[in-house]
């Protein structure tokens, strides 16, 4: 009997424009699926953009997570500058790991992307 495949956790982030909001946060959209043998535990999401660097990392425990119940599940981060920076309309650079944790196995799995877009302004 062969042993059944295991679908893999996986997280893709849009290649659409990703706006810029009134306060400057980007906002940044992905989607990930995972089985339910596992769960989300982390989101780091990074926005780069010449001088302008920003990062947002989401807890579980602490922030929204997406369910592991195998289906793909639209999520929404939103990512500041760091102080002193602002993002402007323009190409970035936008990367995400998800890390998650396969209690079955007692292992921790992960799951990354990375896209290159062009931010503008919301509105």
Known sequence: MAAPVERPSIVQ??????????DGTVTVVMWVRCQP?????E?????EQLNALGSSTLLRGRD?????DGTRQRTIVH????????FHPGIAEIGVYVGFYNSELDQ???AT???????RFAG
């Open 108 to 110: 921790d799995l992960e």
């Open 64 to 68: 929204a997570l997406p369910t592991c």
């Open 79 to 86: 990512v500041s500058p760091d102080p002193g920076d602002s």
């Open 113 to 119: 992307d990375a896209v290159r877009v062009r931010l």
């Open 37 to 41: 043998d596992v769960y989300a535990f």
């Open 13 to 22: 982030l849009a290649s659409r424009p990703a706006p810029i909001r009134a």
């Open 43 to 47: 989101i780091d999401t990074s926005v």
